[in-house]
């Protein structure tokens, strides 16, 4: 059942990604040439939601379907990690103008190419597993 | 009806649909929004390295691969049921920018003329579609999230990693797009 789950959610975000055009490779390099207000407004407008959401559903002690007090957990803090790593994927975002959701989405929306990009996404998952010791974080 | 929700979205309802992935997934599936662990979990379940680092139990985790092969479904379903034929609407000055840069075609959500597999031969769709993929593999796995769950879920959490991540994002996607990619297409 969980998994079927997922797979809807995992469904309705990828109809929403389409629909919102933040998948789109023109749209990126609008928001990074601060030529609209779009993706700023998608993505501030998403966090001010996100946040109110955790703050209620923390409020009232919510519990998950499974039962389960729903307490997320913030990611651990690794500054040179969060910094370097973020300029990294900041600099692919901005070639490939997909993030790693709109990747799916794009796929889905028959650009067969972008399978590549995963591919090479996942390559690149796989060097930095190879290098990761000898990085600071 | 339809035809208004086939129009692409605007930023003030597609912001808040995003947003509500979070309280979504976090009632029904109790997991933290985010996208860019599917990459090491896909890595994981097709055994491709033998680094330490794809050594861990990913079934536990195949609820993200099921989420992210929903997104892939959900795009299809959408572009079927919903289908828009417009093009993206862009600024006036994004437009003028990228015909700067020689991009002058606007069909659809990219341009074909950089993505597309008669152009893999060449330097720079290589580098956009194989590079591009490369480093958003390996930006996301060193800073721990992506868009989703360090802008999103991150920023929604009050974290101060998260908060640090964005600022990289926006450092990596500024110098890519105002000097990176006039330097790649001239």
């Not at chain 1, 957990?73 to 709109?102: E, R, V, Y």
């Not at chain 1, 190879?130 to 974080?137: F, I, T, W």
Request: charged fraction near 10%.
């Amino acid at each position: 059942m969980k998994h079927l789950y997922a797979l809807i959610l995992g469904a309705l975000f990828g109809g929403i990604l389409v629909k919102a055009e933040v998948l789109s490779w023109f749209r990126i390099q609008e928001m990074f040439w601060f030529e609209s207000f779009h993706m700023y407004g998608v993505i501030g407008s998403a966090v001010v939601v996100g946040a109110i959401s955790v703050f209620i559903l923390r409020r009232l002690g919510t519990k998950s379907i499974s039962g389960a007090l729903i307490n997320p957990a913030p990611k651990a803090f690794n500054k040179t990690g969060n910094l370097f790593g973020g300029i990294i994927f900041g600099l692919g975002w901005a070639l490939t103008g997909a993030c790693p959701g709109p990747l799916y989405a794009l796929v889905g929306s028959g650009y067969g190419i972008m399978i590549l990009t995963i591919l090479a996404a996942m390559l690149g998952v796989v060097a930095y597993g190879a290098v990761r010791e000898k990085l600071p974080h | 009806m339809i035809e208004t929700i086939s129009h692409p979205w605007p930023w003030y309802i597609a912001g808040p649909a995003i947003g509500l992935m979070v309280p979504l997934l976090l009632i029904v599936l109790n997991k933290s929004f985010g996208v860019s662990s599917s990459l090491r979990h896909l890595c994981a379940m097709c055994s491709v390295s033998k680094n330490d680092y794809f050594h861990y139990n990913w079934k536990k985790e195949s609820w993200n691969i099921l989420f992210v092969f929903g997104i892939f479904l959900g795009a299809v379903a959408v572009n079927y049921f919903l289908p828009y034929d417009g093009v993206v609407e862009l600024s006036r000055g994004a437009t003028e920018k990228l015909a700067g840069l020689g991009i002058t075609e606007h069909f659809g959500l990219l341009p074909e003329q950089l993505f597309s597999l008669e152009h893999i031969g060449e330097l720079r769709t290589l580098v956009i579609v194989i590079v591009g993929g490369f480093l958003v593999g390996f930006g996301t796995r060193y800073a721990g999230g992506c868009t989703s769950g360090h802008a999103i879920m991150g920023l929604s959490l009050l974290s101060l990693g998260s908060l640090v991540a964005v600022v990289g994002f926006f450092l990596g996607g500024l110098l890519m797009s105002w000097f990176g990619l006039p330097l790649l297409l001239s």
